[in-house]
């Protein structure tokens, strides 16, 4: 059928044709944003599940539903090579900038810039075009220790006495988190521990793959009080379905059942997977009717396409040693295994590839759901695995 018309086309970043369930997690981040907006705290929420599921599409989502509410938002992707500070400075200061635009909030934004200047100071960083805009003097003695996890705080609670000021509260939002440091994320955790000490209007959201769950280190227990973790898994039957089918018929199509069971049954109800199934399909139907035989018929299209993409990116960040791990983990199969295990399919002790294993968890590529045990990040990788490297000598 006609590609232009196709619903289920990749867009970067658009919200997928129909965001299918979710509904707890939207409505409890919603409860959490009008408490903000009325000057309640609330646990933040930080979504956490594999690659593929669509964490990235609910924070957005969430964003939007904030700015909806009047709440001011900074949102920011976490990535290897950037340090937190870095990434969220730019959104503090135009954040402090607007603030300090407020009659009301005029002089705790303004001690708020003079604090980030001291922030800065502080950590040894510049960033150009920060340093260039803050023609104002330091607070010396504030947040700038140069320690993050006494730093940060500090900031965030000049921030958020500033948002509490202009009585305009602020959500941070964080997607990727799991590529920040323990001191990283630690310095969040304490933030917002202070943060609501102080009853302060800010809230962070965050998202990201299951290893945050082991990143608090020594905040630990502050982050089990002060945060909670929904799980983003693959959709559920009913919502896989409405996922699939609905898009179509609003363009007037329909699916036949038959097909839908057969995407629901390849992608394993994984959002990302069904859209690209869904779109493949699609464009070799014909008749505004998808059945099965054009599932069938789109199976290899989508496969590629996904290798080609999804799958590769990631694979390509590795070297020879961390593939051939992963290599071995795909051999046994999908799902969680005892890192013994792929130790022993490697040929050697378990100690001597611990330091690839530890690489390729700070890479997002695997990640441990209980001590001892390693699986995949991203749904589907083992056989992808074995697509990309089909002969392989595990003990070569
Ligand atoms: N609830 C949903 N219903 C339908 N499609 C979804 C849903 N959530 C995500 N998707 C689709 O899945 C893909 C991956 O979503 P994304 O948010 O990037 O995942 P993640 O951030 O977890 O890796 C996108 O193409 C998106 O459109
Ligand atoms: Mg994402």
Partial sequence: MDPVRNPYAPGAGSPPPELAGRQDVISNAETALRR???????????????????????????????????????????????????????????????????????????????????????????????????????????????????DMPQLMLALGEAAAASREPVAIFVDEMQYLSEKEFSSLIMSIHRINQNSLPLLLIGAGLPQILGLAGNSKSYAERLFSYPKIGALSEHDATHAIVNPAKEEGVRIETAAVHQILDVTKRYPYFLQQWSYEAWNVASNNVITARDVFAAHNNALSTLDESFFKVRYERCNPSEKKYMRALAELGSGSFRSGDVAELLGVKTTSVAPTRGKLIKKGMIYSPAHGDTEFTVPLFDEYMKRAMPSFNLRG
């Fill in 36 to 150: 903000l907006s009325i000057g309640r705290s609330s646990q933040s929420p930080i979504l956490v599940g594999l690659r593929g599921v669509g964490k990235t599409v609910l924070l957005v989502k969430i964003q939007h539903i904030a700015e909806a509410e009047g709440i001011r938002t900074i949102y920011v992707e976490a990535h290897e090579g950037k340090s937190l500070p870095e990434l969220l400075v730019p959104g503090i200061r135009q954040a402090l900038f607007s603030l300090s635009l407020v009659e009301n909030a005029k002089d705790k934004a303004r001690r708020g810039l003079r604090v980030l200047k001291s922030f800065l100071n502080g950590l040894r960083i510049s960033i150009n075009d920060i340093e260039l805009g803050l023609s104002i003097d330091p607070e010396t003695g504030t947040a700038d220790s140069g320690d993050i996890e006494a």
